[in-house]
């Protein structure tokens, strides 16, 4: 019995600290979604870089992109950067590109992270956080949150990991 307890104990713990450290919107989101799935068209953005130009997907026409929603605040996103540093240069020479938008609300928080962990893809800022126009457009609600695109703009593969699209790209590539 005593066993029993403590085990329930350690899940009920477990299960706590998940809750406390998830990276998750804080509110559910009411809009329809227009699309994130296999098979649909990535929605329109256009959003600002570090230095203030707008990007919008056209910027990367012809080439299998990336998006990859991340904050600075979000442990989850900070360890996905180095294999996505090292995806983006693995497959560059293979018409392939990461564009990562940042859902932070403070600037200058997104601004050093990507400077503290050498980010080498294109980086973008939301507006609004988790209810930016582009985030709801996605259905992000939590992150990291992985959109693999191809070259017409149709979504392949939505994931939270790098390694999953490294799969994904090897065998889509070959």
Request: proline fraction near 3%; charge should be negative; aromatic fraction near 10%.
């Amino acid at each position: 019995m005593k066993h029993q307890f403590r085990n329930i104990s350690i899940v009920l713990l477990m299960a706590t600290a998940v809750l406390f450290t998830s990276c998750l919107k804080d509110k559910p989101s009411e809009e329809k979604v227009i699309g994130a799935a296999p098979g649909q068209a990535l929605p329109v953005f256009s959003l600002p870089d570090k230095n203030g130009t707008v990007v919008s997907m056209a910027d990367f026409s012809g080439k299998i992109v990336l998006i990859e929603f991340w904050a600075s605040w979000c442990g989850y996103c900070l360890a996905e950067v180095n294999d996505l540093n090292v995806l983006h240069n693995d497959f560059k020479e293979k018409n392939f590109d990461i564009v990562g938008i940042s859902i932070d609300t403070e600037r200058s928080s997104w601004l050093k992270k990507v400077s503290d962990h050498n980010i080498s893809y294109t980086q973008l800022i939301g507006e609004n956080g988790f209810d930016s126009e582009f985030a709801i457009a996605c259905d992000v609600k939590s992150i990291p949150k992985m959109i693999l695109v191809d070259r017409d703009g149709l979504v392949l593969l939505v994931t939270t990991k790098a390694s999953k699209v490294r799969e994904f790209l090897v065998n889509y590539l070959n």
